[in-house]
Every structure is written in C-alpha cells, then in structure tokens.
C-alpha cells in the first residue's frame, strides 16, 4: 500500500512569515495529493489539491508542488494570519473508483501562527 | 464542493450498547462513501469504504462485526458501533468522493463510550 510521511510535525511561524509543510510518498502509481486544513473538533476542510499532470498550482496565499520524480509534494502558505493556525494533512491517492479512491493520509502538521 | 451531514454531532452511551451514526451526501449520490476514526492528535485513519448496495471493505485490523456499514441507499450510509467499550470513543468522520478525485468530509460524530 501507500505510505505517506509527513514533516514537520509541528510548526510556528510569526504572522506574515511564510510556512512549508512537506510530505513523500511512496507509492509511484499516486496521481492525486489534497490538502486538509482541521481545526480543533472540525472537519478536514480542503484547502487545495493538485494532480499528477501539474507541477504547481496556486491559489492566493496557497500553494502546492509536486515533484513526481522525487514522490513528495509540499504545501506553501505566504503571508500567514493567525486564522492560519491549524492541523495540516496531506494526503496521496490512486484516483477515483471504489476502494481506488482511498486516501492515505499523513499524520499531521499543527500549524501555529504567532501574532 | 459536495455538502455531507452526519448525525449525531455527539453521542455518549454506556459500555455494552450499541450506537448508529449515519452519514448523508445532500447534493450528491455517492456511490462510495469512506468512514474514518480519529482519535485525539492523530490523524485520520481509514476504517472501511462503503459501497452502495454491496458489502463494505474493511480496512485490515478492523472488525466488521463490530462495525456494522450499511449503505443502502446512494445518500445513506451508516456505521453502527457495537458492543462499545470506552476504547471505541473517537471521533468518527464519513467522507464521499464528488468528481474525478475529491473527497468532501462529513462534520463528524463525537463517541464517548461511558
């Protein structure tokens, strides 16, 4: 099956610093990668995905990169805001369709941002 | 993206009963529906995947006698708790996949097994 490692586990950054989280995979049949904000006693919220054919995708202060060759992929948040603070999971899958759709986590990132 | 409701929120029981936590797609027929348990400061960890009209696929090391799936309907699926012991309280998380890939996750159902 998959594996999907995570780093760091915990993370602190002054507000408007930027932050990374990174994650491997291993698995080189996994073409999609999203990323999951939680808050305390919350649901996963995606906050951005990106899939096999893309390097890079970005969406304001959030962005992802994918290096397949390698097998990790990385989430960037610029500018952070204290709203920022939070668990970051990222996650690898084979695709849609039955047990195909799976999604294998990593363990988590708590992201605290210091006003 | 994909709306998906659980209920309860919250539930306590006493340890030896049973509890029913269902999951509901309510802009989407989800022919796959996943559940998943969290426990504190851990991440996610896959339980089964539910498979409308069939029988689910149960993650190794879990019990499906225990953990009852039933996903009858394409915005149904439940997961019903037997025999809880105070080890069983967790958070419990169904998610459904909508498009090509994305899974969207229900609010989640917090279990404190008395």
């Known amino acids: 099956g998959e594996n999907v490692e995570q780093h760091p586990s915990t993370l602190s950054v002054q507000e408007g610093d930027s932050a990374v989280i990174k994650c491997t995979y291993s698995d080189s049949a996994s073409n999609y990668f999203p990323w999951y904000k939680q808050e305390l006693g919350k649901r996963p919220q995606l906050i951005i995905d990106?899939?096999?054919?893309?390097g890079e995708k970005k969406d304001q202060r959030i962005a992802v990169t994918l290096n397949k060759t390698a097998k990790h992929f990385s989430l960037h948040i610029t500018e952070t805001q204290p709203e920022d603070s939070a668990v970051y999971f990222c996650?690898?899958?084979?695709?849609?369709?039955?047990?195909?759709?799976?999604?294998?986590f990593g363990r988590g990132t708590q992201l605290t941002v210091w006003p | 993206g994909a709306v998906v409701s659980q209920h309860p929120s919250w539930v306590i029981c006493k340890s030896g009963t049973s509890v029913k936590i269902e999951c509901r797609s309510l802009?989407?027929?989800?022919?796959?529906m996943f559940w998943y348990r969290q426990f504190p400061k851990q991440s996610l960890m896959l339980m089964a995947t539910s498979n409308e009209g069939s029988k689910a696929t149960y993650e190794q090391g879990v019990e499906k006698d225990k953990f009852l799936i039933n996903h009858a309907s394409l915005t149904l699926s439940t997961l019903t708790v037997t025999s809880a012991h105070p080890e069983d309280s967790s958070f419990y998380i169904c998610?459904?996949?909508?498009?090509?890939?994305?899974?969207?996750f229900g609010p989640g159902t917090r279990l404190t097994v008395l």
């Open positions: 998610s459904e996949s909508s498009g090509p890939d994305t899974q969207y």
């Open positions: 802009d989407f027929q989800a022919t796959t």
């Open positions: 996650a690898a899958s084979k695709g849609r369709g039955s047990t195909l759709g799976r999604l294998y």
């Open positions: 990106i899939r096999s054919n893309v």
